[in-house]
C-alpha cells in the first residue's frame, strides 16, 4: 500500500532571516515541530538536493504546499522567491496554469506572449530530492500566430519569468495536476505531459473554444505592458480622456474578466475611494478611484515621446488643481508611502545623466521632517528657482507621488550653469548649490579645530586612512575616527549631517562593505558637550588623540577620561610620552552626572554603480520601513526616441538586515542576502541623517 507522502510532506520558506543560520528565501522539508515553536527538517539547496539539516521558529517562515516548494525551487536567487510570492495574485494564477494558457514572460529584456506547453520536472528522481519546476512555453509572434499555433520553441521558465498571467479564453480551466502514475526516469529533465488541454477535443460539452475566444485573449495580451504602478489613459463615457496610475489589477465580484482600478490624477464625482461595490480593492482619496475593464487602459500618451529636449506633456482635459501644489505639502506619512509611492513610474523621472539629482531630491523631501522645516522655513518665492522647486518637484512628488521629467529639466536649467541640464555631477556639489543658492539656507555643519572656529560645510567628507579601520567599519567608526584622528569637533548639534564615505572618484571604493548605521551617537565628537569617561562613566575631563589606535583600549574608540583615569591610564610606560589635552567642561556639573547622549537617526543613502545613482529610504518609525528608488529603472522605447521609467520598490529586507548586530552584519554572507540588501553595503556613496528632536 502506498503512502501519500505529499499529505505527511509539510514545506515551508523563511521570510525572516533566522538566528538559526537559515537566510530568507530558504525552502525546507518540516519533519517535527518542537514545543517551543521551532520547526526541524532538512533544507533544500540546489537542484532540490537536501544538503542539511536545520531549525528555524515557525513564525519566521511560510507554509508552502508540496507544488508551491517545487516552483519556488527552480527560483533562484532566494530573494527571488519572496519577491514572487509577495505578489499573492501573480503567484497563484501562475500555479494554476494549464496547457495553452496564454502568460507574458521578460526574455532577452523584452516582454513576449507565449503559450504554456508544458510542465517540466527538473533533477533527478531519487530519494531526498524534491524535483523543480518550471515550465516549457513557446512564443507567439502575434494574433495570427495564436490563431494558427504557430509557435518558436524557448529556453525552460522559472515562475518568477512569469510576469503576466492572461484572464482564460475558455471556461473549461482545471488545476494543474501531476498524474501519481506518471512514471519518472533518472534524466535531468522530464516533460508532464498531464496538463489539462484547453482545446476542442478535452472541451466540456455544450462549452465553445473558437477564434472568437482566441481573439479576446490576444486583446487582453496586448495590454500586458500594463502592471500595477503604470501610468495609463482611459477614455471615459463622455469622450473625455482621464489619466491616472493603475492600483489594482484583478477579476472584480460579479466579472469575468480583468479589471484596472486606477487613482486618477483629478476628482470626479461618479468615482469612489478604492471601493468598487461593497469591496475594497486599494485605498486612495475620495472621488478619484475609477474601475474599467483593463482592456479599456492603454499607456499614458502624455509620456510616450521625451527628447533632449522635453516637449512639454499634453494637459489633462479636465481643470489640474495647479493651486493646490503653491501650498506646502508635508512629507508622505508612513503608512501612505506604500500604496502612494510604489511602483512603476513613480517618484521622479529620469533624464539626461539626471540621476544625481533625482536621487537626490528624492531622498531629502520624501520623508524626512528635519528637512522638511528647514525647506518650509526658507525664502518664500512666487517665482524663480525656489519657486519651482517647491511646486513642480517637492509639492507634486508628495501630492501625487510622481514628478515628470520636464519638470525636472525645467528646474535643471535654472541653476546657473548650462552642464546642470546636460552634464553628470556629483551629489555633493548639487547639495551646496541647492541648500545655498537654491534655498538660501545656512551652513548644517560648523566644525571647530581645538575650540577655534573653523570652516562651515554643508556635508563632510570622512577621510581616514585604510590601516585606521576593520575590514567592514560602520559610519559610526568612520565618522569618529575622521574627525578625531584631523582633531576636529562639531560646534553645535547639526538638524542634519550628510556623511561622505571615503572614495576616489566613483569606481574606486577604500572599502569593499560600509555599515550604514541606523543611530550615529555624536556625543563624543561635539565641543563643549559633557562626555563620559572611557573608562569608568564619569564626567571626563581629558582627551588623548595618542589613545586612538591602543590595541589595549579598544582600538578606533575615541578615549577621554575624569582626572583620576586619566592620571591611571597614562601610568603604563607605553603612555608616559602621551599629551592628553584637556576639554571644555560647562560649570557646575557635578562629576556623577547623568550624560545625556545626542544621537541622529538614518533617513537616507544614496548607492553609486558604474555612475548610475540610487537612493534608500527610511519612510516611518518603524525598522522594516523602507524604499528604493531609481529614477531610470526600466526604459520605454529606444535612446532616441523613448523615456525612462522610474521605479520605487519597497525593501523591508533591508531593514531585517540592518537591524543585526554590526558583527552579524560584517560577516552576512551577501550572496544570500537580496540584491538590495547587497546593493546598499557595497555601494553607498552618502549617508544622510537627522536630529529626531527639535531643539
Same mark, same amino acid.
Given at each position: ?521 555624536? *556625543? ?5 558637550? +559633557?562626555?563620559?569617561?572611557? &573608562?569608568?562613566? /564619569? @564626567?571626563? $575631563?581629558?582627551?588623548?588623540? !595618542? ?25 603604563? *610606560? ?5 599629551? +592628553?589635552?584637556?576639554?571644555? &567642561?560647562?560649570? /557646575? @556639573?557635578? $562629576?556623577?552626572?547623568?550624560? !545625556? ?99
Amino acid at each position: 500500500m502506498e503512502v501519500d507522502t505529499e499529505r505527511q510532506e509539510r514545506y515551508f520558506i523563511v521570510v525572516r532571516r533566522s538566528k538559526k543560520g537559515l537566510s530568507r528565501g530558504s525552502i525546507l522539508r518540516a519533519d517535527a515541530e518542537t514545543a517551543a515553536g521551532d520547526l526541524i527538517g532538512m533544507v533544500y539547496g540546489g537542484g532540490g538536493i537536501t544538503r542539511s539539516s536545520g531549525s528555524v521558529k515557525k513564525d519566521d517562515t511560510y507554509p508552502l504546499s508540496r507544488h508551491q516548494a517545487q516552483l519556488l525551487l527552480f527560483v533562484s536567487p532566494a530573494s527571488r522567491r519572496l519577491e514572487l510570492m509577495c505578489n499573492v495574485q501573480l503567484f497563484s494564477a501562475v500555479c494554476d496554469l494549464t496547457q495553452d494558457d496564454l502568460v507574458v514572460v521578460k526574455h532577452k529584456k523584452d516582454f513576449q506572449p507565449c503559450l504554456v506547453k508544458n510542465l517540466v520536472q527538473v533533477g533527478k528522481d531519487k530519494p531526498g530530492v524534491l524535483q523543480m519546476l518550471g515550465f516549457e512555453l513557446s512564443l507567439m509572434e502575434g494574433e495570427e500566430d495564436i490563431l494558427l499555433k504557430k509557435t518558436v520553441p524557448l529556453p525552460f521558465f522559472s515562475a518568477a519569468d512569469i510576469v503576466q498571467v492572461v484572464p482564460s479564453h475558455s471556461n473549461t480551466r482545471q488545476p494543474l495536476r501531476i498524474s501519481s502514475d506518471l512514471g519518472l526516469n533518472s534524466k535531468a529533465v522530464s516533460r508532464i505531459y498531464s496538463m489539462p488541454a484547453l482545446n476542442f477535443r478535452n472541451a466540456k460539452k455544450g462549452s465553445t473554444f473558437s477564434n472568437k475566444n482566441v481573439s479576446n485573449s490576444i486583446q487582453a495580451m496586448s495590454h500586458y505592458s500594463l502592471e500595477v504602478g503604470s501610468m495609463a489613459e482611459v477614455i471615459s463615457l463622455n469622450g473625455l480622456t482621464v489619466y491616472g496610475v493603475i492600483r489594482w489589477i484583478g477579476v472584480p465580484d460579479g466579472k469575468k474578466n480583468y479589471w484596472a482600478g486606477l487613482e486618477l490624477d483629478n476628482e470626479v464625482t461618479t468615482c469612489s475611494d478604492g471601493t468598487l461595490g461593497t469591496i475594497r480593492y486599494f485605498t486612495c482619496e475620495g472621488n478619484k478611484a475609477l474601475f474599467v475593464p483593463l482592456t479599456n487602459c492603454k499607456p499614458d500618451s502624455r509620456f510616450l515621446f521625451i527628447s533632449n529636449e522635453i516637449q512639454k506633456p499634453l494637459e489633462p482635459p479636465s481643470v489640474t488643481l495647479l493651486e493646490d501644489l503653491d501650498e506646502d505639502v508635508p512629507p508622505v506619512a508612513e503608512q501612505d508611502v506604500l500604496s502612494h509611492l510604489v511602483g512603476r513610474m513613480r517618484g521622479i523621472q529620469g533624464h539626461f545623466n539626471s540621476c544625481y539629482l533625482d536621487a537626490t531630491l528624492f531622498s531629502l523631501f520624501t520623508s524626512s521632517i528635519a528637512f522638511s522645516r528647514m525647506f518650509n522655513r526658507s525664502a518664500d518665492s512666487e517665482e524663480g528657482i525656489s519657486h519651482i522647486l517647491r511646486r513642480d518637484i517637492v509639492n507634486r512628488l508628495r501630492r501625487s507621488g510622481f514628478v515628470p521629467a520636464d519638470s525636472v529639466m525645467k528646474f535643471r536649467k535654472q541653476l546657473g550653469c548650462k552642464s546642470f541640464a546636460t552634464d553628470e555631477k556629483d551629489p555633493e556639489e548639487f547639495i551646496t548649490l541647492l541648500l545655498k543658492h537654491v534655498l538660501h539656507i545656512e551652513p548644517l555643519l560648523k566644525i571647530r579645530s581645538r575650540g577655534e572656529l573653523s570652516q562651515d560645510a554643508y556635508t563632510h567628507q570622512i577621510i581616514v586612512e585604510k590601516n585606521q579601520m576593520g575590514a567592514v567599519p560602520s559610519v559610526q567608526q568612520l565618522l569618529e575616527m575622521s574627525l578625531v584622528s584631523s582633531d576636529l569637533k562639531f560646534g553645535e548639534i547639526p538638524s542634519c549631517l550628510i556623511v561622505q564615505m571615503p572614495r576616489f572618484g566613483k569606481k574606486f571604493k577604500m572599502f569593499p562593505k560600509i555599515i550604514p548605521s541606523t543611530e550615529l551617537d555624536i *556625543t563624543d565628537v561635539l565641543h563643549c558637550s +559633557p562626555r563620559e569617561c572611557f &573608562v569608568c562613566g /564619569h @564626567l571626563a $575631563e581629558y582627551e588623548c588623540g !595618542q589613545c586612538l589606535m591602543d590595541h589595549k583600549l579598544q582600538p578606533g574608540k575615541i578615549k577621554q577620561y575624569c582626572s583620576t583615569c586619566n592620571t591611571q591610564v597614562h601610568t603604563h *610606560t607605553s603612555r608616559q610620552e602621551h599629551t +592628553p589635552h584637556k576639554l571644555t &567642561v560647562p560649570d /557646575h @556639573l557635578p $562629576e556623577d552626572a547623568s550624560i !545625556q547622549r545626542h544621537q541622529m537617526q538614518l533617513f537616507a543613502v544614496l548607492c553609486i554603480n558604474t555612475s548610475h545613482y540610487v537612493s534608500f529610504v527610511k519612510y516611518g518609525a518603524d525598522s522594516r520601513s523602507w524604499i528604493f528608488f531609481d529614477s531610470m529603472a526600466d526604459r520605454c522605447g529606444d535612446d532616441n526616441n523613448g523615456y525612462n521609467i522610474p521605479v520605487i520598490r519597497s525593501c523591508p529586507e533591508v531593514g531585517d538586515f540592518l537591524s543585526q548586530s554590526e558583527e552579524e552584519i560584517s560577516t552576512a554572507d551577501l550572496s544570500q542576502c537580496s540584491e538590495l540588501v547587497s546593493r546598499l553595503l557595497c555601494d553607498s556613496y552618502m549617508c544622510l541623517y537627522q536630529r529626531t528632536t527639535h531643539l
